[in-house]
Each structure stands twice: as C-alpha cells, then as structure tokens.
T-cell receptor, first 110, second 115 residues
Framework: KNQVEQSPQSLIILEGKNCTLQ??????????LRWYKQDTGRGPVSLTI?????NTKSNGRYTATLDADTKQSSLHITASQLSDSASYIC?????????FGKGTRLHILP | EAGVAQSPRYKIIEKRQSVAFWCNPI?????LYWYQQILGQGPKLLIQ????????DSQLPKDRFSAERLKGVDSTLKIQPAKLEDSAVYLC?????????????FGPGTRLTVL
C-alpha cells in the first residue's frame, strides 16, 4: 500500500532552535518527494522538490534530505523563527498519483 | 503573477443543503485539482482535470459531489446534499501540466462548516 508517514505529529520548540521533521514512505515506484509548508488558514506552499537521484535540497533555512534506499526524508529547519509556526506536509509522487502525509504541526515559542 | 483564487473563503450551511465552491487557476495552467482537507490531516485528492477533461476522480463521492471545468479554465465543486462529515477545507490547486515534476500551486481554500 502506498503510504506516507510523518513524525512527530506535533512539535514545540523555542525560537532560534533547530529542528528536524521526518517522513517515511512506502510509495513505489517513486517519482519525486516534496515538502510543503502550510500556514493556518492558507493553502500549502512548496518548499523543496527532490527526485530519487537527489540527496539534499536547500531553500534558505530549510534543508531537505532524501534516502531513496531506506525511503526516508527529513526536513531540517535552522535557527527557527516565529513565522516557521505552521504544518509541514511531505508529499510523494508515484507516476501520476500524489500521496500526502498528514503533516507535522510545528509551534515556535518566543 | 496572480495565484490561485478561490471563493468563498468561508461557508456555513446546514446538513442536507447544497453548496458550491469556485476556483480560478493560474493563467495558462492546464491541470486543476480539488482537494478535501479535514482538520489535522493532509489534503485528499477529490478530482483532477487536465484542461476540461477528468484525469482522476476515483476518490470523489459521486453520489453527492460533482465538479466541472467548462472551457478548461475556472472550475466549480458542488456538494448536494451536504453531510456533517463534509466539514473541511476545500483546496484548489493548479499546475502547468500533469507531469510528476510539475509544482502545484494552491489557493487559500474554502472552509466549509456543516451544522
């Protein structure tokens, strides 16, 4: 069964700290993996897109990694800011099928 | 570049009533998606259009949900009659084409509450 599992379900950290969100998938065959940020009351916005041949992709303070062998991806946020409070959704594409994870809810405290 | 537009932003109805949502994708985007996002979950694809043709509607509850994309641009999603479990955010997204590498751009969503 094609699934995308994210952990933790929610996370609370202090402003300025780093954090890492995890995504495990069983989707096969794999086309590409994306991380989205979804602010409350808004639609998701793409952060990174990686194909199976890419190990890492950065977008400012966001760095995504991908291990296609173990089918794991992580999103690392450096020097968190209050504006990073949002849900982060891992999305895996298999051919023309799009499979969303449930997301990790991140809260940044001042 | 204007983003994906959706209206209304919020809608409250009673069960068994009907409701319609509207989406205007980014100009030139051939593919349009409607998603249902229940609180605390990731979006679930309801229907995907390529121009004005349906590519995937396997998860659309066709007994109550319908969608159309006349002229391959704007789209409407209708629920008739609504049930309590339809309370969710309905997201519209568009992409240039339907290929796997294409980025999807999402609208702000319509939050539906069914009482």
């Amino acid at each position: 069964k094609n699934q995308v599992e994210q952990s933790p379900q929610s996370l609370i950290i202090l402003e300025g700290k780093n954090c890492t969100l995890q995504c495990n998938y069983t989707v096969s065959p794999f086309s590409n993996l994306r991380w989205y940020k979804q602010d409350t009351g808004r639609g998701p916005v793409s952060l990174t897109i990686m194909t199976f041949s890419e190990n890492t992709k950065s977008n400012g303070r966001y760095t995504a990694t991908l291990d296609a062998d173990t089918k794991q991806s992580s999103l690392h946020i450096t020097a968190s800011q209050l504006s990073d409070s949002a849900s982060y959704i891992c999305v895996v594409l298999r051919d023309d099928k799009i499979i969303f994870g449930k997301g990790t809810r991140l809260h940044i405290l001042p | 570049e204007a983003g994906v537009a959706q209206s209304p932003r919020y809608k409250i109805i009673e069960k068994r009533q009907s409701v319609a949502f509207w989406c205007n994708p980014i100009s030139g985007h051939a593919t349009l998606y409607w998603y249902q996002q229940i609180l605390g979950q990731g979006p679930k694809l309801l229907i995907q259009f390529q121009n004005n043709g349906v590519v995937d509607d396997s998860q659309l509850p066709k007994d109550r949900f319908s969608a159309e994309r006349l002229k391959g641009v704007d789209s409407t999603l209708k629920i008739q009659p609504a049930k309590l479990e339809d309370s969710a955010v309905y997201l519209c997204a568009s992409s240039l084409w339907a290929s796997g590498g294409d980025e999807q751009f999402f609208g702000p969503g319509t939050r539906l509450t069914v009482l």
